[in-house]
């Protein structure tokens, strides 16, 4: 009965607006008032878009959360839990000011710190922003799991997103006019966070690896991998198809206010999935390494991160290319990274690092309309580079600075035991055997 009467009265405006121009009364007002529409529309869809985001969180925590194993659930979880809170934090009061205050140097912005805003627009942006924010932070919980401590960590996680992250952000989407960001006056393009979200988390993942170093037993002298299971592959996957539906709204949210991109813009993250999901399979099989839900998981997480960057200036069959080598990448890059005894636990490096700066090189590539435009691309390698040598050596500076004040990593007696009796004094499944945990004291 809703709907009826809500197509009664969308028929019933038509006509009325049809009137208006046939006779010609006040055609002004009719725009202004289908302009009024829009505008409400706009704002109904970017708060859905909100809640999408902070959904992807939970898809995060169930990622990491099954890829670590069962001793150490309850930190990495708790570590998702609250980066978003105090990082959200930090992001308020000082991240949005920096990122898109006034910019008149292109390096950071100097104003609207804690900011308040008296209008709905306005309070969505900030809201929308901070949901990207605190995505930026999550990416490192899952990479530094079973071994980081859990103060130290959101110290850092608070940081990054009120510091490294919303600097890097400044610019390319800060400031506006003659003042934006040194890299948006370069041309450099981004449309929602391939690398300033994304890659800027995976390099930041990858400094506080190289701090912390891996996991006891990841790597032996000779140069072995010895593989560590995560305790629970199905939260993995449901993890993937949340991260998968929340994306929706990552990409969705950055459309145009007449939305009238929006269509392709969800389009090409799903096929971005979707490429993600054949190229991993793919590779896979080439190489005879055996189906791995992780792996294929990844691929399309991977495959997401891969179309972020140019979603709304890809025609589909190149959003499905670049997100299937976005799917062998995630392969190819994290047994890269084993190589160098860097113990990511999550591929949280593979997917959002690489995978980010591969995206934002696609959007160069592939721009629709005027593709392999050597200034464009030339743009955005200058982005990337820059994105790593900020975010990587930023966080580096950070973390070993943070180990001179703590002790980032936990004992080998306490990552025996696990994170969750050591830190938490709780265990993450009531059938665990608390004995065997004591039997290590």
């Not at 099954?66 to 570590?79: E, F, P, Q, T, Y």
């Not at 990587?392 to 600075?401: C, E, M, Q, Y």
Request: aromatic residues 12%; negative net charge; contains cysteine.
């Amino acid at each position: 009965m809703k709907n009826l009467k809500f197509l009664l009265a969308t028929v019933g405006l038509l006509m009325l607006s049809t009137t208006a121009f046939g006779e010609g009364i006040n055609v002004p007002d009719s725009a202004a008032k289908i302009d009024d529409v829009f505008s409400v529309v706009h704002l109904i869809w970017l708060s859905i878009c909100c809640a999408l985001i902070l959904i992807m969180q939970a898809g995060f925590l169930l990622v990491e959360g099954g890829m670590v194993r069962s001793k150490n659930a309850i930190n990495v979880i708790l570590k998702n839990f609250t980066d978003v809170g105090l990082g959200t934090v930090g992001y308020w009061v000082f991240g949005f000011g920096l990122m898109f205050g006034a910019n008149e140097s292109g390096w950071f912005g100097t104003s609207n710190f804690l900011p308040i805003f008296d209008n709905s627009l306005s309070s969505l942006d900030l809201l929308y922003q901070m949901m990207f924010a605190a995505t930026a932070a999550t990416i490192m919980s899952g990479a530094v799991a079973e071994r980081f401590s859990f103060l130290p960590y959101i110290i850092g996680a608070f940081i990054v997103t009120s510091l490294i992250y919303p600097i890097f952000g400044s610019w390319v989407w800060g400031g506006s006019g003659e003042n934006q960001g040194w890299l948006a006056g370069l041309g450099f393009i981004d449309f929602a966070g391939g690398t300033v979200v994304h890659s800027v988390g995976g390099w930041c993942a990858l400094g506080a690896l190289v701090v912390i170093g891996p996991r006891t037993g990841r790597f032996s002298r000779k140069g072995d991998v010895h593989n560590i299971s995560g305790h629970s592959l199905p939260f993995v996957a449901l993890g993937g198809f949340i991260l998968w539906f929340g994306w929706f709204g990552f990409n969705g949210g950055s459309a145009d206010t007449d939305l009238s991109n929006l269509g392709q813009i969800l389009l090409n993250t799903h096929l971005g999935a979707i490429g993600g999901i054949c190229g991993s399979v793919a590779w896979l099989a080439l190489t005879k390494r055996g189906f791995m839900m992780v792996m294929i998981v990844n691929g399309a997480l991977g495959g997401l991160v891969s179309v972020t960057a140019a979603a709304d200036i890809l025609q589909p069959q190149y959003a499905f290319l670049a997100a299937f080598f976005g799917g062998i990448l995630v392969v190819v890059s994290a047994e890269s990274l084993n190589r160098f005894r860097i113990d990511d636990v999550v591929g949280a490096v593979s997917v959002h690092g690489f995978c980010g700066a591969w995206g934002t090189l696609v959007a160069g590539l592939f721009y629709q309309g005027d593709m392999f435009n050597l200034e464009r691309i030339v743009a955005q390698v200058v982005g990337i580079v820059a994105a790593f040598v900020w975010a990587f050596g930023a966080s580096f500076l950070v973390f070993k600075a943070l180990n001179q004040v703590f002790t980032l990593r936990v004992s080998t007696k306490m990552e025996q035991r696990g994170l969750d009796i050591s830190e938490h004094k709780e265990i993450g499944y009531s059938d665990f055997v608390i004995t065997h945990v004591r039997a290590d004291q």
